[in-house]
């Protein structure tokens, strides 16, 4: 129950932070922390806690968002249910290794599904504008902060109790 | 009790949720949304006097350079001013000796930026003023250097807007110089293309684009950007040249919705 409460003030501190972020260092700057909440909560709660975070993450990114309402929680639930998938075939428990793999897949695979309804809703999409001001921006920033993020969440969950 | 919920009540709803709020648009829902909308915008603009205050801190080496560039640039300016203002009095007599109608003023509603999409895939931003304030839905935006979106929704006390480097985003233009006629879009890198123009146009990088008569939603005239770059005839999809949008959108603090 105490998860259930938490999510929403997490998912809303990690919105804060990633505005924070973009503001001040722009696109190269700014995790994809939601996604990193995402992956945090399936690897350390399990899958229900995991699409609820996708499901608030979702609706708050959306509120900012030019595209359809709904947009991000489809592609953070998918992104949910794919971290699953990855952690019971390819995932090692306590390996960082497999940790930034894993969030590696998934901004990959958000980036995708990102990609394909823009495409369905606007029809024009660069894939070259995709891939070096999207994916490779996200990536790298994502993967420079996830180990630190993860770190810092456990410890959270411990002082929280969560 | 959480545990207790069957794995399949679950996948239902991760089947069901994301496509119900994709297409289900009910004016309740709708209603639902602008509210969500306003109440993240309010509480994320709570970030914005410190954030503000860090980022003098931390570009305080640039604005001296800036502040010298503009400097030179001020004299430069000055004196443009005085013969501008010249053209625009043999201008005024010029209409009255033709009998041309001047163009219209518009009225402005001012509004401050409270928050902006912290995403790559988008480029909007969240105002403070809503439907209250009398905006609506496609209301252009401009700053004091140009155009810098149009409203896509408006709340009771907040608004999105759209910004002109948004993928989503389109107007049609001028080139200032030629009067060559093209529509232009936004896009993922944060630049502005310049698409449906003529082969044989005459474009050149630094031509200004202004916003087109037969615009519906922009009032014809206003400053859109300079053209950075020029694409070769069968270059990358339609679009023939890049634009520089004129307004920073990343540094955007207050705004004018036209009414």
Same mark, same amino acid.
């Given at each position: 129950?105490?998860q259930i409460?938490?999510?929403?003030i997490?998912?809303?501190?990690?919105?804060?932070l990633?505005?924070?972020?973009?503001? @001040?260092?722009?696109?190269?700057?700014?995790?994809?922390l939601?996604?990193?909440?995402?992956?945090?909560?399936?690897?350390?709660?399990?899958?229900?806690?995991?699409?609820?975070?996708?499901l608030?993450?979702?609706?708050?990114?959306d509120?900012f968002?030019?595209?359809?309402f709904?947009?991000?929680?489809?592609s953070?639930?998918?992104?949910?249910?794919?971290?699953?998938?990855?952690?019971?075939?390819?995932?090692?428990?306590?390996?960082?290794?497999s940790?930034?793999?894993?969030?590696?897949?998934?901004i990959?695979?958000?980036?995708?599904?990102m990609?394909? @309804?823009?495409?369905?809703?606007f029809?024009?999409?660069?894939?070259?504008?995709v891939?070096?001001?999207?994916?490779?921006?996200?990536?790298?920033?994502?993967?420079?902060?996830?180990?630190f993020?993860?770190e810092?969440?456990?410890?959270?969950?411990?002082?929280?109790?969560? | 009790?959480?545990r207790?919920?069957?794995?399949?009540?679950?996948?239902a709803?991760?089947?069901v949720?994301?496509?119900?709020?994709?297409?289900?648009?009910?004016?309740?829902?709708?209603?639902?949304?602008?509210e969500t909308?306003?109440?993240?915008?309010s509480?994320?603009? %709570?970030?914005?006097?410190?954030?503000?205050e860090?980022?003098?801190?931390?570009?305080?080496?640039?604005?001296?350079?800036d502040?010298?560039?503009?400097?030179?640039?001020?004299?430069?300016?000055?004196?443009?001013?005085?013969?501008?203002n010249e053209?625009?009095?043999e201008?005024?007599?010029?209409?009255?000796?033709?009998g041309?109608?001047?163009?219209?003023?518009?009225?402005?509603?001012?509004?401050?930026?409270?928050?902006?999409?912290p995403?790559?895939?988008?480029?909007?931003?969240?105002?403070?003023?809503?439907?209250?304030?009398?905006?609506k839905?496609?209301m252009?935006?401009?700053?004091?250097?140009?155009?810098?979106?149009?409203?896509?929704?408006?709340?009771d006390?907040?608004?999105? %807007?759209?910004?002109?480097?948004?993928?989503?985003?389109?107007?049609?233009?001028?080139?200032?110089?030629?009067?060559?006629?093209?529509?232009?879009s936004?896009?993922?890198?944060?630049?502005c293309?310049?698409?449906y123009i003529?082969?044989?146009t005459?474009?050149?990088?630094?031509?200004?684009?202004i916003?087109?008569?037969?615009?519906?939603?922009f009032p014809?005239?206003?400053?859109?950007?300079?053209?950075?770059?020029?694409?070769?005839?069968?270059?990358?999809?339609?679009?023939r040249?890049?634009?520089?949008?004129?307004?920073?959108?990343?540094k955007?603090?207050? %705004?004018?919705?036209?009414?």
């Amino acid at each position: 129950m105490r998860q259930i409460l938490i999510i929403p003030i997490l998912c809303f501190l990690f919105l804060l932070l990633e505005y924070c972020l973009f503001s @001040l260092f722009g696109r190269w700057g700014d995790p994809h922390l939601m996604l990193i909440l995402v992956i945090f909560f399936n690897l350390y709660s399990g899958i229900r806690f995991s699409l609820l975070t996708a499901l608030f993450g979702g609706i708050l990114k959306d509120c900012f968002s030019t595209m359809p309402f709904g947009t991000h929680v489809f592609s953070y639930m998918v992104c949910a249910c794919l971290s699953t998938y990855i952690r019971k075939n390819c995932y090692e428990r306590g390996s960082s290794v497999s940790k930034l793999l894993m969030v590696f897949l998934l901004i990959t695979a958000h980036t995708l599904i990102m990609a394909f @309804l823009y495409k369905m809703v606007f029809e024009d999409i660069r894939w070259m504008d995709v891939l070096f001001s999207v994916w490779f921006p996200e990536v790298v920033a994502s993967m420079v902060s996830a180990l630190f993020v993860f770190e810092r969440l456990r410890d959270a969950a411990r002082i929280l109790r969560f | 009790m959480w545990r207790k919920i069957p794995k399949q009540v679950i996948y239902a709803i991760v089947i069901v949720a994301p496509f119900w709020l994709l297409f289900f648009n009910s004016p309740f829902w709708h209603g639902i949304k602008l509210e969500t909308m306003g109440v993240v915008a309010s509480s994320v603009s %709570v970030a914005n006097p410190p954030l503000k205050e860090l980022q003098i801190f931390l570009s305080y080496r640039k604005t001296y350079a800036d502040y010298q560039k503009i400097q030179a640039e001020n004299f430069k300016l000055k004196a443009q001013v005085v013969r501008l203002n010249e053209t625009v009095s043999e201008n005024g007599r010029f209409q009255r000796l033709l009998g041309l109608k001047p163009m219209q003023p518009f009225t402005t509603i001012a509004a401050r930026v409270i928050a902006r999409d912290p995403a790559n895939w988008n480029s909007s931003l969240m105002i403070d003023k809503g439907s209250r304030q009398g905006i609506k839905s496609g209301m252009p935006v401009i700053t004091a250097l140009g155009v810098a979106g149009k409203v896509v929704e408006a709340a009771d006390n907040s608004s999105k %807007v759209i910004l002109i480097n948004d993928p989503s985003f389109s107007v049609a233009v001028l080139n200032q110089r030629s009067r060559d006629a093209g529509l232009l879009s936004g896009s993922l890198s944060g630049n502005c293309r310049l698409s449906y123009i003529m082969q044989d146009t005459d474009i050149q990088e630094g031509d200004g684009i202004i916003t087109s008569s037969i615009s519906t939603a922009f009032p014809a005239g206003l400053l859109v950007g300079r053209v950075s770059k020029v694409y070769s005839a069968g270059g990358i999809s339609d679009a023939r040249a890049e634009v520089l949008p004129a307004v920073d959108v990343e540094k955007i603090e207050e %705004v004018l919705v036209i009414k």
